[in-house]
């Protein structure tokens, strides 16, 4: 069976309803936050204390000083590739804690 331009499945509504009532920002906001492992890795993950963002500022507390320091430095290279992951510009900028 082919679908026609009129046929939409449930993940089509569920983004619908999610523009519609102005929580797909929040929804994308969670996908980089469920992304972050995956992008960024095991180790870095397991140092990874919690994420939040903030206004376009994905804000990482970390338990390693060490780490904070060498993630500063590729900063603009994670926000390229968590934004790429969930297929949108959700993160302006990185702020390490």
Do not use: C
Not at 28 to 34: F, I, K, N, S
Not at 66 to 80: A, D, P, Q, T
């Amino acid at each position: 069976m082919s679908r026609t331009k009129n046929d939409t499945t449930l993940g089509d509504a569920i983004l619908r309803f999610l523009k519609n009532n102005k929580l797909y920002g929040r929804y994308l906001e969670e996908e980089v936050r469920a992304s972050w492992p995956e992008v960024m890795g095991v180790a870095i993950a397991r140092h990874t204390k919690d994420l939040y963002m903030d206004h376009g500022v994905l804000i990482v507390k970390l338990d390693s000083a060490v780490l904070r320091s060498e993630l500063e430095m590729g900063k603009e290279l994670i926000v390229r590739r968590l934004n790429e992951r969930v297929g949108n510009q959700v993160i302006n900028t990185l702020k390490f804690q």
